[in-house]
């Protein structure tokens, strides 16, 4: 079973007390955007094999929001971080490379 620590709070806890919200780190285009990317922030997903960012909410408990990367393999939780970032952090990518050494983010 999937096993995230809410980064807000610190509480690790079994998936049922999380809720699922997606990719994390989706482009957001505002006003004026082509129909095209629109549509592509709506319903294009990465779905990888592997290692992949995710958003969480802790509904159970704190309410907050945060990052979490995981293998979509293996449930293996790497390591969660901050909701209001752009990009996975430095450390975040050292824990996933220390455990998965030919992995490569994609841009």
């Not at 079973?1 to 079994?14: D, F, R």
Request: with cysteine; proline share 6%; glycine share 8%.
């Amino acid at each position: 079973m999937l096993s995230p620590t809410c980064h807000a709070c610190g509480v690790t806890a079994e998936e049922t007390e999380f809720h699922a919200g997606g990719e994390a780190h989706l482009k957001r285009f505002g006003p004026g955007s082509s129909d095209a990317e629109f549509e592509s922030y709506l319903f294009t997903r990465q779905n990888p094999k592997g290692v992949h960012f995710e958003r969480w909410r802790h509904a159970n408990g704190c309410g907050k929001w945060f990052h979490v990367a995981r293998c979509t393999m293996t449930l293996e939780v790497f390591a969660s971080y901050s909701a209001q970032t752009y990009a996975p952090p430095a450390d975040v990518l050292d824990a996933i490379k220390a455990r998965r050494p030919d992995w490569e983010m994609e841009d």
